[in-house]
């Protein structure tokens, strides 16, 4: 195993946790320092604010996901004592050998007592757990009261004109989203919070209210789609006493969570898979309260884009781990794929990362689309799902990039052109076009571009958000 900055990095909750355990490793907190003789374990005692110092161990018997243990008290994992003691490591301090702290033998004795057990079961994943019949029938019942709740203010928003959102009070959609989230709903009851704040931007900036009221339209035409396909999708399960999980995008849309052993038990998942991440991003979701990381990841063998989602609520932003942009290939045992189509969400228990060799770096760009009509036919055909939305990741095959009619253009190798523009809805903290001025030369023959095609309503065409250039010696990213 070798230690690296960049890993501790990925083990930090956030950043601020890596700064305060390089802080404490900086000042000398730590003393004690010792490990086994085989350097699988590494512990140490560190100052803390009280009169005994913390007890601080690091278990690497697998090097990829190391456990860290700590007795502060902190919510945080690892906390910043156990990030700090990766920093002695990294800065090559002495750890004396020494025996294992019986506790600590108890415990990797515990882990493998149930790793034998498991073995001994065969390789088989844990099955999805029975739902209770009787909980399930009467939450499938509340849900259907909820949605002829949301139905009917839907029909009367819709009725009464979008005109009527400014002089509307936000406080009621408000109301109806607690309500909704009552009822089991927490999808529709974002889709109510986000009208609500709507309303507010109307209110506080009449000036808006044009771009406001397209927004609004948007999620209320998505809205009356889900709460129709959900209505006959919940009822269906209902008459049939059907309550297991099931690959449809809807589940997800009413609010469902899922969980991996259920992804696997529809078949939603893949093996032996190999990721490159080509771009990364964060944003603030208002409605939900929350920070959404991004990763968008290229399958080497099948040439699938998939997408991961990191969801951090703002209230415990200091204890759910953040995401961070990723350079090397990722080798995944069990990818595990969500109900939808095009860049589907993807997630995974464990993963190992290596760098790329230049063989599979050069074949990167040969993955793309064949040209920008068959990326184009993609595009169309996705975002008329009314559940779906307005955008999809693409990797395109570039011919040349510059300026036509005074916009950015993508020109692929046979003549065909798209409008490079950041999407409106990103914000200007997501702003990419521009810097494709910055690069150094033009793009090499061979590269592709890796972005967001989305329809552009403000001239109704198709476009591209750039994010990424994928050259056969290297991926260019051109956001922050």
Known sequence: MELTEALILLQAPNPAAAENGRKLSKKGSFS??????????????????????????????????????CSCPSRQFPC???????????????????????DIAEKRAKQAARAAKKEAGGDAPPKPKKPNAAAQKKKLAKQLEGLDMAERMVSDLLSSGLGALGGASAQSYDKLAKDLGSSYLTGPQTAFTRIALTVRAVQKSPEQAQAAYGEALRILIALRSTIKKSRAFLQEKLDAKDFTAEDSVLF????????????????????????????????????????????WWLDLDSGSLFQTRNLRPFKALKYVKGDDSRFDLLEVPALYLYPGEGDRRVRWESCAARPLTPAEQAALPTLAHPDLAAAVKQVKGAIKNTLAPKFLAV????????????ELVLEDPKGDRILLRDRPEDGADHACAARLACLPGPVPAGSALFGLMFYDGRDKSLCLHPYSIVTPEQIVRLHN
């Open 32 to 69: 004690a320092l010792c490990r086994t003789e085989d350097s699988t374990l590494y512990w140490a005692d560190c100052a803390g604010s009280g009169k005994n110092p913390y007890r601080v161990s690091i278990d690497w018997t697998q090097p990829d996901a190391p456990v860290c243990r």
């Open 80 to 102: 910043k004592h156990a990030l700090g003691l990766m920093f002695e490591m990294l800065a090559g301090r002495t750890f004396e050998p020494a025996e294992m702290p019986q």
């Open 252 to 295: 997800e849309a009413l609010g469902g969570v899922w969980r991996l052993e259920d992804l696997r038990a529809i078949g939603s998942f893949r093996e032996g898979v190999r990721l490159v991440q080509l771009a990364f991003d964060v944003s603030s979701d208002e409605a939900r309260r929350e920070y959404v990381e991004r990763g």
């Open 395 to 406: 990797l395109v095959p570039v011919g040349r990039l510059g300026r036509a009619g005074g």
